[in-house]
C-alpha cells in the first residue's frame, strides 16, 4: 500500500493525499527515506570516479613540516638561519604560519640544505612527479648568476636542477616553482641516484660580488600524484555519504512539516501534526527523483583535478584555480540548478495538494502556506547545513 501511494504521488497527487491523511501511516515515507539515501550513495559514485586530489609530501593536513623549522637546515659558514613568522606564505590549510630564512653579510655564495626529509620519497613512475616549492631573494636586488636545486638520493648520489633562468625577473617576491621531478632537464650525479629514494635537498645560490644576502624559503611539497576518494578512503567514504545524506532528508522534512503547520494553525484551521508530517514525508519522492536526475547528469562530468593551489587556499592562487574548476563543470552545475528549481515548483505544487487535503482552503491559500514553508525551509537549511 504505501509503495502504491508513493506512485500516486507522482500521477494523482489531487487524490492520493486524502487517502494518506485517513491513514497516516510512516512506512511510506521511510521507504522514500532509504531509496533517497541509495540515491545519493550512487551519485556520490559518479562524482568520485571523476574527481582526483592532489596528494604531498608532506601530507597537506600536517602543513608544511619541512619549512617550519629552522633548525632542521644547514647552510653556508656565516648564514643565520630562522623562522619569519611575518614574510610567509598566507593558506588556512598545508602552509604553517612560518616560512626559513637565510641572511649572511659579505658573501657571494650560499647553500641552503635540508639533509634528510626523514622519509625517502619516491618520485618514481608511481610516485610523485613534481617538486615545489616558494623562494624569495629579498637581497642583493639583481639575479643571481647561477642557481641550482639538488634532490640527494642513495649514497650521496643526486640530481640537479639549473634554476638561473627562474630568478631572471622575479626578485623581492614569492616565486613559485613547480618542477618536474623524475623527468625533465635534471642531471645526475653519482652512480646511485634513483628517483624512487629521494632523502633531501640543497639550493645554491651564488653572484659575481659579495653582497648581504637575504632569501626566505617557504612550501616545499613533493606532489602530482593524484588519487581518488574511493581508492583513499574506501567504503568509508559512501558510509560518510550515507550518514551526511540522511541529515538533509530528515531536517527539510521536519521543518518543511513544522512552517506548513504553523501557517495552517495562523489561518484558524485544526491539523494534526502525525497526518501533515506523514503526508508532507511522501511529497518528498520529489526529492528522491531529483537524486536519480542527478546521477544521470553526473555521468557527463569530466575528469575534475584538485591540485594543491585548490586544497590549500592560498589567496589569489586559490581563485584562479578554483575557477577553472568551475569553468570546467559548469554545464553540469547550470543543468543541477534547472533541476533543483523544478524541484522546487514541484515541492510547492504537492504543498498545494496537502494544504486542501487537510484544510479545504482555497487554491490562492494553499499556494501561500506552501510557497512560504518551501522559502522558510530553504532559509534555515542554508544556516544548518
Known amino acids: 500500500m504505501a509503495v502504491k501511494d508513493i506512485l500516486r504521488v507522482l500521477f494523482e497527487p489531487h487524490k492520493v493525499f486524502k487517502d494518506i491523511i485517513k491513514d497516516p501511516n510512516y512506512l511510506g515515507p521511510m521507504v522514500l527515506l532509504i531509496i533517497f539515501v541509495l540515491a545519493q550513495i ?23 613540516d619541512w619549512t617550519a623549522n629552522a633548525l632542521d637546515w644547514t ?18 590549510l598545508y602552509y604553517g604560519p612560518t616560512s626559513v630564512e637565510f641572511d649572511g653579510l659579505n658573501l657571494d655564495l650560499i647553500t641552503m640544505e635540508l639533509a634528510s626529509f626523514g622519509d625517502s620519497v619516491n618520485c618514481g613512475p608511481e610516485g610523485f612527479n613534481n617538486v615545489s616549492l616558494r623562494i624569495k631573494i629579498i637581497s642583493p636586488d639583481y639575479s643571481p648568476d647561477t642557481a641550482s636545486l639538488t634532490l640527494y638520493s642513495l649514497d650521496d648520489s643526486s640530481f640537479v636542477y639549473d634554476l638561473a633562468d627562474e630568478f631572471e625577473n622575479d ?12 623527468f625533465g632537464d635534471w642531471t645526475s ?11 633531501g635537498i640543497k639550493l645554491e ?18 606532489r602530482g600524484d593524484f588519487r581518488g576518494p574511493i581508492e583513499l578512503f574506501g567504503i568509508s567514504y559512501f558510509a560518510s555519504t550515507a550518514i551526511n545524506a540522511v541529515a538533509p532528508f530528515l531536517f527539510q522534512w521536519l521543518l518543511l512539516t513544522g512552517f506548513m503547520y504553523l501557517l495552517i494553525k495562523a489561518s484558524k484551521r485544526q491539523v494534526l501534526w502525525r497526518t501533515l508530517m506523514v503526508a508532507v514525508g511522501y511529497s518528498l519522492i520529489v526529492l528522491v527523483i531529483q537524486g536519480i536526475f542527478l546521477i544521470v547528469v553526473y555521468s557527463y562530468l569530466p575528469d575534475v583535478f584538485y591540485t594543491l593551489e585548490v586544497l590549500a587556499g592560498t589567496p589569489g592562487e586559490f581563485e ?20 533543483q528549481l523544478a524541484i522546487y515548483i514541484w515541492i510547492i505544487g504537492l504543498g498545494v495538494f496537502i494544504t486542501k487535503a487537510i484544510t479545504e482552503l482555497g487554491w490562492m491559500k494553499s499556494l501561500l502556506i506552501s510557497g512560504a514553508s518551501l522559502l522558510l525551509t530553504i532559509i534555515v537549511l542554508g544556516f544548518l547545513l
Open 205 to 222: 645560490f651564488s653572484w659575481s660580488i659579495n653582497s648581504t644576502i637575504n632569501i626566505l624559503v617557504d612550501g616545499l611539497f613533493f
Open 42 to 64: 550512487a551519485g556520490s559514485y559518479m562524482v568520485a570516479s571523476r574527481s582526483y586530489v592532489e596528494q604531498t609530501m608532506p601530507i597537506g593536513d600536517l602543513g608544511d
Open 171 to 182: 626578485l623581492g617576491v614569492w616565486k613559485n616553482l613547480t618542477l618536474p621531478a623524475g
Open 320 to 339: 584562479v584555480a578554483y575557477q577553472v574548476i568551475l569553468d570546467k563543470i559548469s554545464f553540469v552545475s547550470n543543468i543541477g540548478t534547472s533541476i
Open 189 to 199: 650525479s653519482g652512480n646511485e641516484a634513483v628517483w624512487e629514494n629521494i632523502t
Open 75 to 92: 647552510s653556508t659558514s656565516g648564514v643565520n638561519i630562522s623562522n619569519n613568522t611575518i614574510d610567509f606564505i598566507n593558506s588556512s
